[in-house]
């Protein structure tokens, strides 16, 4: 161990009990456990600087993908008829072919990166294996509409039955590992009990439990089909941004 390092405890204990102060060696009084280092293994300025960037990596794109829909109520509006005949819907398809891949790609660069071994075998797996069930829900989508276009002449009925089952089960696999992103994410705040501002302490798991109702607004014709995917993109954006809150704080309380 690093000599400059202080020997006292900088954290709580995973129990909750309140070890800062105490000496590594010490026992936790409530739960027993021996205090074996003074922090936690990602609480080094590399580490909380990768956290740090990466969240401003995922959380930015989430929110430029807001120009789609903003675009979108221009055009319904009629803002955007004086662009001239196709030139609105051009402009919402190609913002929408820019940043949704765009955000697809960052976030799933962003949670790789953030899967360091500082933060411990469990995270790092959950965290690769979410990121990769995430790409695959958005291939499979991608994929289904590839073969649609190859096949339009010659589409059976199945076919249809194959969308259905794509509709409920994409949004599915992608929501329900932004979930569980999000959850590792919001352990690394309760593990270093760091003092975030209360919008970071408060939405994300509000946040993240709202990933549910995102679904099953999905399910929604639509109006749900509108508001859905600029809740779910907010949530990612709030989810990412307390990470890199929470970077901040404990960056400044290094020793
Ligand atoms: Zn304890």
Known sequence: MNESMPVHRLFPCRCGYDLRGRAVGETCPECGWVIDAPGLSWWTADCLHRLARMSRLAWIPC????????????????????????????????????????????QAVAVWRMAMPELGPARVRTLRVAMVARIA????????????????????????GMYVAAYLLAPLLAIGSDFVTLGVLGSLRRESSALVSGWHAV????????????YLLILVPFLGWFFAPIAWTVTMAIGFAQVGAVAEVCRRQLP
Do not use: C, E, K, Y
């Open 63 to 106: 929110l430029l993908l807001l120009a789609v829909p903003a675009l979108f109520v221009l055009l319904v509006t009629g803002s955007l008829l004086s662009v001239g005949g196709d030139g609105g819907w051009i402009a919402t398809i190609v913002a929408f072919l820019i940043l949704m891949p765009l955000q697809i790609v960052t």
């Open 137 to 160: 829900a958005f291939a499979m989508v991608v994929a289904l509409l590839a073969v649609d276009a190859l096949l339009a002449s010659t589409r059976s009925g199945a076919f249809d």
């Open 203 to 214: 939405m994300p798991p509000l946040a993240r439990w709202g990933l549910i109702g995102v």
